[in-house]
């Protein structure tokens, strides 16, 4: 499968934990984006990467919130002592660096903040 | 800011019939407008990008058109079937820059009764 695959799948957690999940774009793409989904809305975009270098976050994304992506390939999401309002799904798309831009997105992760 | 509209946010047809989706948006300067579909618990993919110096696309029984001074878009699905029930999501690209990041709308949800 070559598309943008993202684990777990699913994430049930407690209250203050923390939790991490893990995006692999497609092979090629240099540019990869984080995006949060919840229930009878639209994706929101959360930050975006440019190879390693992580170009632009939004203010949805708060301090608890880590995003990294070392190698200019995989990447990984971190959110430390979740909360309740923290149980969306979390989307990961990739696309080339062309005027283009199409995003290609993977199957998401959704977490269940308990 | 940019602010993403569509409206309705469910629609039910008869299989077989023609159907025309709508997205709105604030800002028209847009790079480029894309629509996507979304199964449910599923990730989006990506049907149609029109680029804002386009008019028009195509895919098979799709077709997307995109109207900059009005800030609208269209979708129109020929001969609907029961595969085609899914969300639809519009997205308005930013800009070609490290600052890109596309705006969802929250969907419309449509079923194709058989």
């Known amino acids: 499968d070559t598309g943008v695959s993202q684990n777990p799948r699913h994430k049930i957690t407690k209250r203050g934990q923390n939790v991490t999940f893990r995006c692999d774009p497609i092979s090629e793409h240099n540019r990869l984006y984080w995006y949060r989904q919840t229930l009878g809305q639209g994706p929101e975009f959360l930050t975006y990467?440019?190879?390693?270098?992580?170009?632009?976050k939004s203010r949805l994304l708060s301090d608890r919130f880590s995003a990294e992506r070392p190698k200019g390939s995989f990447s990984t999401l971190e959110i430390q002592r979740t909360e309740q309002g923290d149980s969306a799904m979390y989307l990961c798309?990739?696309?080339?660096?062309?005027?283009?831009?199409?995003?290609?997105f993977g199957p998401g992760t959704r977490l269940l903040v308990l | 800011k940019q602010e993403v509209t569509q409206i309705p946010a469910a629609l039910s047809v008869p299989e077989g019939e023609n159907l025309v989706l709508n997205c709105s948006f604030t800002d028209s300067a847009i790079y480029n407008l894309q629509w996507f579909r979304q199964d449910p618990g599923k990730g989006l993919t990506s049907l149609l990008l029109i680029q804002s110096s386009q008019r028009e696309q195509t895919s098979g029984r799709l077709n997307a058109s995109l109207d900059k001074s009005s800030g609208r878009s269209t979708l129109y699905i020929a001969a609907s079937q029961p595969g085609d029930s899914a969300t639809y999501l519009c997205?308005?690209?930013?800009?070609?820059?490290?600052?890109?990041?596309?705006?969802f709308g929250s969907g419309t949800r449509l079923s194709i009764r058989p």
């Open positions: 997205a308005a690209g930013k800009g070609y820059s490290s600052a890109s990041k596309i705006i």
């Open positions: 798309a990739s696309s080339l660096d062309t005027s283009q831009e199409t995003q290609y």
């Open positions: 990467f440019q190879n390693e270098a992580q170009l632009e």
